[in-house]
């Protein structure tokens, strides 16, 4: 996470533990990924983060997306979420694609 100003850093931290603090147990993991991972990104870059969930529902989904805006406009960032579930992410990781490919190589769990 090195790769990212402070207030990305800062932004990802709150975001993080506020997933926690609601999803508890049913949130697995965060991973950071795409061009803030890999350090090449432009200063318009949005911020790529896979959270994998234990199983989704429409209130879960609807809690990450709406904690997003409220993290986005309280630090003028863009997160990118992309949610897997855990099976989702195990039968993906399964197959050959280009996306958990650049998950695999460049991905951050934050």
């Known amino acids: 996470m090195s ?3 402070q207030k ?3 932004a990802l931290k709150e975001f993080k533990k506020e997933l926690k603090k609601k999803l508890s147990n049913r949130l697995i993991k965060i991973i950071l990924f795409g061009s803030k991972a890999r350090g090449d990104a432009r200063k318009d870059s949005d911020i790529d983060v896979l959270i994998i969930v234990k199983r989704k529902s429409e209130r879960t989904m609807n809690f990450i997306f709406d904690k997003k805006i409220e993290i986005d406009c309280k630090y003028n960032v863009f997160i990118s ?4 579930t855990a099976d989702e992410y195990s039968y993906y990781n399964s197959i050959p694609t280009i996306f958990m490919h650049f ?3 460049d991905g951050v769990i934050i």
Request: charged share 30%; proline share 8%.
């Open 3 to 5: 790769k990212l100003s």
């Open 8 to 10: 990305e850093k800062l």
């Open 81 to 84: 979420p992309k949610i897997y």
């Open 103 to 105: 998950i695999s190589q």
